[in-house]
Nanobody, 124 residues
């Protein structure tokens, strides 16, 4: 079992920045890939970014490339999402998730553990 707790969401003006954190406990943090997803009402949950178990390989959705940076600190069992140049369309509930394998294969189905979500609202 893995328990995930997100923090760092909030309200920010367009062009601003936020940093999300995801603290993990339970299974060995360094053994599995992690990801950030987001969801708005009426739409499917979508991948924002993922990082492999060692932290050396990352993947980003096209909509956030160049603006968001995912990272992880395995010593602290914590993952981060630095979000810069935020846009109103980034408004969503952001979830962190832990995969069952060590790398991202392009499917949400590999992510078995989820946090409770944190709201990010970007005003125009």
């Amino acid at each position: 079992q893995v328990q995930l707790v997100e923090s760092g969401g909030g309200l920010v003006q367009a062009g601003g920045s936020l940093r999300l954190s995801c603290a993990a406990s339970g299974r060995t943090f360094s053994s599995y890939a992690m990801g950030w997803f987001r969801q708005v009402p009426g739409r499917e949950r979508e991948i924002v970014a993922s990082v492999n178990s060692g932290g050396g390989s990352t993947h980003y959705a096209d909509s956030v490339k160049g603006r968001f940076t995912i990272s992880r600190d395995n010593a602290k069992s914590t993952m981060y999402l630095q979000m810069n140049t935020l846009k109103p369309e980034d408004t969503a509930v952001y979830y962190c998730a832990a995969s069952t394998i060590s790398w991202y294969r392009g499917t949400i189905k590999d992510f078995a553990y989820w946090g409770q979500g944190t709201q990010v609202t970007v005003s125009s």
